[in-house]
């Protein structure tokens, strides 16, 4: 499989930034499925519509029937907005005043594929092809405060493959390992009378192994629990590095590499069917973003690392409902709100990470379109909280002076839309 490049430092800054084109905290997606789209992902890890619900709980796996295949993708369609002021405290050196950009994550489709099959009456197997992370971000040429950042690309494609196992009828477990391959790349200007030079630019590519695991309590045959863990996975993301702030000259390019943590998650969700129509879902998950604490460099031709930023994160949580209503003996409406908490304080966000709180709105249906095969539709609107952002180099002497800082404001929402085929055999 071929691997698109993207940015090294960006892999972290910008993933961060990947807020702006995800809809999950930091450069994590939620995005899996389309049908889980529908209710704002509420519950995933107590559900079982199709193939899919592996990619959240392996333990699923058991309740589906048959052989079945699930597949469909995500357009992701970001409008993020970044206004504000640069400054300089030294009148010698320039100060570039008020300057914005618009729209600057680009849109994005995200692709799914997913397969299950019974082994025994006991244990089914499946697996799964998606992503977890994701973004890209482009301040444009025009943005005078590049010299904090100004692009970032990271980009994972994960093979998942999954085994589950029921011990009895109420309890079943299941777990997977977790392929994880990653480009990513990032870049920053410094704006100058003649254009624009640049500052810095890294880009990388790794693959790394991480699993997951998970568990469903059928409690009784109305009400369901799930939980689910995701490992973080580590990468060294290996690819180059040039620019004026790592060498003070701007016409070398060197090997280098840079260390990268996809952080891990849980979630404990419920499943409650009310009636023969109305079914209730609900979901709380935790991501450790505190593991997030600086992007550093390793580029041996100019001494070993180079500190890009600091970033110290801290944990996101994110809280979800939703319903599921049967209209019909074909046709099943979905919605759904949540709220993510960012995964960064005022302090510490930046203009490539526009790292804000986001509340999910959400509506869905799922249609049968003969008994074995089903096609579901998901739409929702993220808005994310307008908030406040101060990007300067702390501590820093003569290179903080040179580069000023940037007092701005990020503003946006984002739209979601998706489809899925699922067919059992």
């Given at each position: 499989?071929?691997?698109?490049?993207?940015?090294?430092?960006?892999?972290?800054?910008a993933?961060?930034g990947?807020?702006?084109?995800?809809?999950a905290?930091?450069?994590?997606?939620?995005e899996?499925s389309?049908?889980?789209?529908?209710r704002?992902?509420?519950?995933?890890?107590?559900?079982?519509?199709?193939?899919?619900?592996?990619?959240?709980?392996?333990?699923?796996?058991?309740y589906l029937?048959g052989?079945?295949?699930?597949?469909?993708?995500?357009?992701?369609?970001?409008?993020?907005?970044?206004?504000?002021?640069?400054?300089?405290?030294?009148?010698?050196?320039p100060?570039f005043?008020?300057?914005s950009?618009?729209?600057?994550?680009?849109?994005?489709?995200?692709?799914?594929?997913?397969?299950?099959?019974?082994?025994?009456?006991?244990?089914?197997?499946?697996?799964?092809?998606?992503?977890?992370?994701?973004?890209r971000?482009?301040?444009?040429?025009?943005?005078?405060?590049?010299?904090?950042?100004?692009?970032?690309?990271?980009?994972?494609?994960?093979?998942?493959?999954?085994?589950?196992?029921?011990?009895?009828?109420?309890?079943?477990?299941?777990a997977?390992?977790?392929?994880?391959?990653?480009?990513?790349?990032?870049?920053?200007?410094?704006?100058?009378?003649?254009?624009?030079?640049?500052l810095?630019?890294?880009?990388?590519?790794?693959?790394?192994?991480?699993?997951?695991?998970?568990?469903?309590?059928?409690?009784?045959?109305?009400?369901?629990?799930?939980?689910?863990?995701?490992?973080a996975?580590?990468?060294?993301?290996?690819?180059?590095?040039?620019?004026?702030?790592?060498?003070?000259?701007?016409?070398?390019?060197?090997?280098?590499?840079?260390?990268?943590?996809?952080?891990a998650?849980?979630?404990?969700?419920?499943?409650?069917?009310?009636?023969d129509?109305?079914?209730?879902?609900?979901?709380?998950?935790?991501?450790?973003?505190?593991?997030?604490?600086?992007?550093?460099?390793?580029?041996?031709?100019?001494?070993?690392n180079?500190?890009?930023k600091?970033?110290?994160?801290?944990?996101?949580y994110?809280?979800?409902?939703?319903?599921?209503?049967?209209?019909?003996?074909?046709?099943?409406?979905?919605?759904?709100?949540?709220?993510?908490?960012?995964?960064?304080?005022?302090v510490?966000?930046t203009?490539?990470?526009?790292?804000?709180?986001?509340?999910?709105?959400?509506?869905?249906?799922?249609?049968a379109?003969?008994?074995n095969?089903?096609?579901?539709?998901?739409?929702t609107?993220?808005?994310?909280k307008?908030?406040?952002?101060?990007?300067?180099?702390?501590?820093?002497?003569?290179?903080?002076?040179m580069?000023?800082?940037f007092?701005?404001?990020?503003?946006?929402?984002?739209?979601?839309?998706?489809?899925?085929?699922?067919?059992?055999?």
């Amino acid at each position: 499989m071929t691997k698109n490049k993207i940015t090294l430092a960006l892999a972290i800054t910008a993933t961060v930034g990947i807020s702006s084109q995800a809809s999950a905290a930091g450069f994590q997606l939620a995005e899996y499925s389309a049908t889980g789209l529908g209710r704002a992902f509420a519950g995933e890890a107590a559900m079982a519509d199709n193939a899919s619900a592996q990619f959240r709980n392996p333990a699923m796996l058991t309740y589906l029937k048959g052989i079945q295949v699930s597949a469909g993708a995500i357009y992701v369609d970001p409008n993020i907005d970044i206004e504000g002021t640069h400054s300089n405290a030294n009148p010698k050196i320039p100060s570039f005043g008020k300057t914005s950009t618009s729209d600057f994550a680009n849109s994005a489709v995200i692709p799914n594929f997913y397969f299950s099959r019974p082994l025994t009456d006991k244990a089914t197997i499946g697996i799964a092809f998606g992503t977890h992370f994701g973004m890209r971000t482009d301040l444009g040429t025009d943005f005078k405060a590049s010299m904090f950042g100004n692009q970032a690309d990271v980009h994972t494609v994960e093979i998942n493959p999954n085994l589950g196992y029921k011990i009895n009828d109420q309890v079943s477990v299941g777990a997977g390992v977790r392929y994880v391959m990653a480009s990513g790349h990032f870049g920053a200007a410094l704006p100058t009378v003649l254009g624009k030079t640049k500052l810095k630019y890294m880009e990388g590519e790794d693959n790394a192994w991480g699993w997951q695991a998970g568990t469903a309590w059928q409690i009784n045959a109305s009400n369901r629990i799930g939980i689910s863990y995701q490992s973080a996975v580590k990468l060294n993301l290996e690819g180059h590095a040039s620019g004026l702030g790592f060498d003070g000259k701007g016409n070398g390019v060197y090997a280098g590499t840079l260390p990268l943590e996809l952080p891990a998650s849980a979630e404990i969700a419920s499943f409650h069917q009310l009636n023969d129509q109305w079914a209730v879902h609900a979901s709380v998950n935790w991501t450790d973003w505190s593991a997030f604490e600086k992007l550093e460099a390793n580029i041996p031709q100019l001494g070993g690392n180079k500190k890009i930023k600091d970033e110290n994160w801290k944990d996101n949580y994110r809280f979800a409902i939703g319903t599921t209503y049967q209209a019909t003996n074909k046709l099943v409406l979905r919605s759904g709100i949540a709220y993510d908490t960012s995964a960064v304080d005022e302090v510490n966000r930046t203009q490539t990470i526009p790292e804000t709180d986001r509340t999910w709105l959400s509506v869905g249906a799922g249609y049968a379109w003969s008994e074995n095969l089903t096609l579901d539709a998901g739409f929702t609107y993220i808005f994310a909280k307008k908030a406040h952002m101060l990007e300067q180099e702390k501590g820093s002497g003569a290179i903080g002076e040179m580069l000023g800082q940037f007092d701005g404001q990020t503003s946006g929402h984002i739209w979601l839309a998706g489809v899925q085929a699922s067919y059992r055999f």
